[in-house]
């Protein structure tokens, strides 16, 4: 028997997953939730066998969620399901060394025959997810911009990347304002999040 635990916000989503999971005879669904917090208690407690993701739910996203169950070094194998078809999204997922990452709209069968592959130790990515792989950008970004922006996206204030960095106020300014204008965005926050989804931090 399939142990499985999903993860997902969507209420009528979540409960469609599980009602169609539970009417095969080889999985069982041991724990649903929705949001990234109550799913790592829930994957600890049941030590499932794989683990359905959807990348944003609240408190922990599902690439940090799966970055914890890698961590832990059990053999809980993850499935990210998204509706986003980020090249960003993905790199990081084959990072992690993701077993599987599907969109949506693929249909169930596609879903249940990912997690038998998953469970006999096989990796699953929809076709369309693959393509937008190789569509990745070229990074715009120098290599201290990059560092700047990670930092920033780790929560460090200006004040904190200068001491990290050992760089001047003024030039940690710079290089911000200088990835916001290259990203085509108006704020730090907005250049964190284009540069996330673009793969480049």
């Known amino acids: 028997m399939i142990r499985v635990v999903i993860a997902e916000d969507q209420k009528m989503l979540r ?31 049941c ?11 609240p408190f922990i996203t599902g690439l940090e969620l ?3 169950i890698k961590k832990a070094g059990g053999s809980t194998k993850v499935i ?13 997922a084959i990072d992690l060394q993701i077993e599987g990452y599907l969109l949506k709209d693929e249909p169930i069968d596609f879903l249940l025959e990912a997690i038998r592959k998953v469970m006999k130790g096989e990796r699953v990515i929809s ?19 990059t560092e700047v922006l990670r930092l920033a996206k780790d ?6 990347i200068v001491k990290t960095l050992f760089l001047t106020d003024g030039t940690v300014r710079n290089y911000l304002s200088s990835a916001i204008q290259k990203l085509g965005v108006e704020t730090r926050q907005q250049a964190i999040d284009k540069a996330v989804e673009k793969g480049w931090i």
């Open 15 to 45: 409960g469609a997953l599980t009602s169609l999971l539970k009417l095969e005879d080889d999985i069982e669904v041991v724990g649903e939730t929705e949001d990234g917090q109550a799913a790592w208690e829930v994957i600890k407690k």
């Open 47 to 57: 030590q499932p066998d794989i683990c359905l993701l959807d990348i944003e739910i």
């Open 127 to 145: 076709t369309d997810l693959a393509a937008a792989l190789f569509l990745k950008e070229k990074n715009l970004l120098t290599d201290r911009e």
């Open 66 to 68: 799966a970055e914890k």
């Open 155 to 160: 929560g460090l204030t200006t004040k904190a």
């Open 80 to 92: 990210i399901v998204t509706t986003f078809a980020r090249p960003g999204y993905l790199q990081k």
